[in-house]
């Protein structure tokens, strides 16, 4: 993987961990992922304009097929992390997301895509996986709480976070596809897919305006923050995909676990610090691994 795309997927990383605090923070639903939607909307419309006035009307079929699949997989992404971030803690939900989500996508490119894994690669995917589970506190994935509340939340942590990564790899390769194979702009796959995000997500805020306007009080400011910033984090991924193969890029993304290792700590009290630590340099070995593999 060259360098400038290394760069490229750290900064990503680094805002992926930022904005996923923040959500986290917010304890917010579907409607909070409309907000978020209407945001990325209205900001970023001067560049999906722009970008889109002479590409979209050539796109086909196909492109459109590719946009709303894109759209619907986002979607349920989306609403399933926030549930779980509403009813287990970050630290279980994200790093499992974050884990299981680049493994299946960089099977799925091997299989579908016809990429091949180098030693060096399979390495780097395997350090990235187990760096996350350590950072996650993997000690605890095999062993019961003693508390049935806490075990009950832990059991939801690990659900959600499982099924989180399985949409993340979906639409990591339907995406990867999209602008690999199709040479869709990143940036489009992206505004485009979230207009497909607001038909889904509408309907809950419409059904009840004023419980969705005090929530928009409420959340506004995260929202906000959420809806300017996320873009930036997954259309750098996308340019990344359009230089190296996805399934280097797809494990390298998880450097956002070593960003999430530290402001976690800082931010939400989070503990076990040194299994953290460890988590992160295995994450960080495995990254310069992949690099390597290119």
Known sequence: MPLSVLALVVLAGLIHAVWNIVAKKAGGDARFACFTALVVMVFWAPVGIW???????????????????????????????????????????????????????????????????????????????????????????????????????????????????????????????????????????????????????????????????RLWQAQWKHAVFIGIISPVSYVLVLYAMQVAPLSHVAPAREVSMLFAALLGGQFLGEGDRLARFFGATCIALGVMALAQAY
């Not at 049935?148 to 639409?171: D, E, V």
């Open 51 to 213: 970008l889109g006035w002479h590409q979209v009307p050539t796109w086909g079929w196909s492109e459109w097929a590719l946009i709303a699949a894109s759209g619907a997989l986002h979607v349920v992404y989306y609403v399933v992390l926030l549930r779980g971030y509403r009813k287990a803690d970050l630290t279980v939900v994200y790093p499992l997301a974050r884990g299981s989500g680049p493994l299946l996508s960089s099977l799925t490119a091997v299989v579908l895509l016809d990429e091949r894994l180098t030693v060096f690669s399979g390495v780097g995917i395997a350090a990235v996986v187990s760096g996350v589970f350590l950072v996650a506190g993997g000690h605890r994935f095999f062993r019961h709480a003693h508390d049935p509340a806490q075990r009950a939340r832990l059991h939801k942590g690990l659900r959600y976070g499982l099924l989180t990564g399985i949409f993340i790899a979906s639409y990591t390769v339907v995406d990867g596809y999209g602008v690999k194979v199709l040479l869709l702009s990143p940036i489009l796959v992206d505004y485009f897919g979230n207009l497909v995000r607001l038909v889904f997500l509408a309907p809950p805020v419409l059904r009840d305006r004023q419980a969705a306007w």
